[in-house]
């Protein structure tokens, strides 16, 4: 199937093909195109899936939803980006043009709401399937309006409501929940003709930050970004993200404080959110973005829910002039900041959400994994450091969209240390009975499947177990018998010093230049530094193995009284071996951003050729300073490495190339 949003080439970037006039939803977003290509972690040159929808089936009855995660800044990868649409998330059922059924996010049946809809869901043609999306009122701009949906909705004056879709998990009666994200949007866009209040949501394009900051200054709530190649899974997800424009959540209403002489009905709102542990908490109070109106008609809602006692599990500091009431209903709320542990700034109302449960509301944060998560998560790994089993999570689940693009796709090892650094470790090549993923069987016949990690659940799943490392091949499923990467370890001996290790890379790329090859340098975590090129996987692996040896022995040969081309101590005294052999098939290399199993938990962390002369030491970064070197990062280091296709043909030409198993 073609893609519903044409890949941007060097010529510059395309809005997404389908319905000529999007309306004033995007018309300025597309203004922003420029000729930025995306990078793409896995797919280089290619995006075409392997996967197809599975044979016809029955229908489910009822559909769980993928969900978004919540970022601050966009990820690395490529991805494509669709407005924010300030609504409720819905989904249609059609059995067929009879039957046609129309859920919410936790599958509420509101078909008896959205009549319109429903019937135009009919004349639109749309085959059987679950349709994902959002309804929305606009306004006179044409810009959602979540005060007048939720006006509409209570009011039912339904008939403008307007249903965008954006995702087809099942269609025509086939499962479509294996095909990447951008296949099951150009199907979907191909399977039914747009009405006045049934909307394709289109894909705009160009940098980023500029759909971001285009969409806040048109008022919209933000952007959505889904990583393209990935699929449909019911829970939320890294590949689906959430960019807003201001902080903005949902929040239970626990009391509300007594209004002063200016306003009538109620003072602010006291509001709250549950813990992991399920106990309601205190967020802050909600003070502006209501009119007199709605003040008076929460004052009768909320009169009609009032309780004695106190919601939430601490003071809130209004205790004294406030009205508690059963903690059911349900607001949603924009804010300046929330800090940890304090109460909102600058909260303002939007409106009444009746789409979710109470119970169901938690802070909405960047992915993080906490004791809930795990079992002894106090357990200390490093006794050096002190660090826990619960940090080393919490490091995986902030780096893992940095991580799993180097992930996908290609087999990994790992080394567990199930009692901790101080115990016994060991490096484990086989998922078996570890109830960890494993690549496909068929995908390296003869052997044993190795690990695979597809997402952040995977990576949890592991530091459960007791993984530190992860290590990886340099091929991946594309094409798995031709690497796609070399690897050049700069291993000092005991007595090399840090200054000398840093030339030693910076010879690597000098000489790798001349042979028509651009790397990139990351640190390993322990004591030396990675020099990675990508390359086309056109070459076996011994031939690719023998153009890293020739290369080595060319460095030795010219400068030997920095290189040496024999491993072993006694050879390394003063000089530096740069091994060759991780180049080697099912051989494995520690992945970028994994952390090391020796004391300090240092991290192998990429950075720029610009960086390295000012990085002291291989392991300058560890599992809790690599978090906010993440956080603080402007730009991926290694956002070019995406993008670059080379080949090793005139590197071999040049050095010669004797093939080594």
């Not at 990868?77 to 669709?82: F, S």
């Not at 601490?314 to 900041?337: F, I, M, N």
């Not at 200390?380 to 780096?399: C, N």
Request: aromatic share 8%; hydrophobic share 35%.
């Amino acid at each position: 199937m073609a893609s519903s949003a044409p890949r941007k080439g060097k010529t510059g970037a395309r809005v997404a093909s389908g319905r000529k006039d999007a309306g004033a939803l995007d018309s300025r977003l597309r203004r922003n195109e420029d000729s930025t290509d995306p990078s793409s972690p896995r797919r280089r040159g290619s995006s075409a899936s392997k996967n197809a929808p599975s044979p016809a089936a029955d229908l489910p009855t009822t559909f769980e939803p993928q969900l978004a995660t919540l970022v601050d800044k966009p990820r690395p990868g490529d991805w494509l980006y669709e407005i924010k649409y300030d609504g409720y998330r819905m989904l249609a059922r059609i059995a067929s043009a009879a039957d046609i059924r129309i859920f919410t996010r936790r599958g509420n049946d509101w078909t008896h709401r959205f009549e319109r809809l429903r019937k135009e869901l009919a004349a639109a043609g749309l085959p059987s399937g679950w349709y994902d999306g959002e309804i929305v009122m606009l306004d006179a701009q044409g810009k959602p309006s979540f005060n007048l949906l939720q006006n509409a909705i209570e009011g039912g004056d339904n008939d403008r409501i307007v249903f965008y879709l954006f995702d087809a998990p099942w269609l025509a009666g086939r499962d479509m929940r294996a095909l990447p994200v951008e296949e099951r949007r150009a199907a979907l866009q191909q399977s039914f003709r747009e009405t006045t209040h049934i909307r394709f949501s289109q894909e705009i394009t160009g940098p980023v930050k500029d759909l971001v900051r285009t969409a806040c200054e048109m008022g919209l709530e933000g952007v959505i970004g889904k990583r393209r190649g990935s699929i449909y899974v019911h829970r939320r997800s890294d590949d689906w993200i959430k960019l807003k424009c201001s902080s903005r959540q949902e929040f239970v209403i626990g009391g509300y404080t007594w209004p002063d002489h200016s306003r009538i009905g109620i003072g602010a709102l006291l509001v709250g959110y549950h813990d992991e542990d399920g106990v309601f908490q205190y967020a802050g109070k909600v003070g502006t973005g209501y009119t007199g109106e709605m003040l008076a008609q929460l004052r009768t809602r909320l009169d009609a829910m009032a309780q004695p006692k106190r919601p939430f599990a601490g003071s809130t500091g209004h205790d004294r002039h406030a009205t508690w009431v059963r903690p059911e209903l349900l607001c949603e709320v924009t804010y300046a900041e929330w800090p940890e542990g304090k109460s909102l700034r600058h909260a303002s109302f939007k409106g009444l959400r009746e789409d979710k449960p109470a119970a169901q509301v938690q802070r909405e944060s960047r992915p993080s994994r906490t004791a809930a998560k795990l079992t002894h998560p106090d357990k200390v790994i490093d006794r050096t450091t002190g660090f826990t089993k619960l940090q080393l999570a919490e490091y995986y689940a902030h780096a893992a969209p940095w991580l799993l693009p180097f992930l996908r796709g290609r087999p990994a090892y790992v080394r567990r240390a199930p009692t901790g650094l101080q115990g016994k470790m060991f490096f484990q090549q086989h998922p078996e009975k570890t109830g960890l993923r494993g690549t496909d069987p068929a995908l390296w016949p003869g052997h044993e499947p190795a690990f695979e990690f597809a997402d952040s659940e995977d990576l949890l799943a592991a530091v459960q177990l007791g993984v530190v490392e992860i290590h990886t091949w340099n091929s991946d499923d594309r094409a798995i018998a031709r690497p796609d990467r070399l690897i050049f370890d700069i291993d000092p001996g005991e007595d090399v010093a840090w200054d000398q290790v840093r030339e030693a890379a910076v010879l690597v790329r000098a000489l790798l230049e001349e042979l028509g090859l651009e790397t990139w340098v990351r640190t390993t975590g322990g004591k030396g530094l990675h020099v990675v090129a990508p390359i086309q996987p056109e070459f076996d692996y011994p031939t690719a193995k023998g153009f890293t040896q020739a290369v080595v022995r060319h460095l030795a040969k010219t400068i030997p009284s920095r290189f040496v081309a024999i491993s072993g101590p006694s050879n390394r005294r003063g000089r530096i071996f740069i091994d060759f052999l991780r180049n080697g098939q099912s051989q494995s290399t520690m992945e970028a951003y994994s952390a090391r199993a020796r004391p300090g938990m240092g991290v192998a962390m990429p950075i720029g050729w610009g960086e390295l002369a000012s990085v002291e030491r291989a392991d300058a970064w560890n599992i809790m300073t690599a978090i906010e070197r993440l956080r603080s990062a402007r730009r991926d280091p290694w956002f070019a490495y995406w993008k670059t296709t080379q080949s090793i043909a005139n590197g071999i030409a040049a050095l010669g190339s004797t093939p080594v198993d």
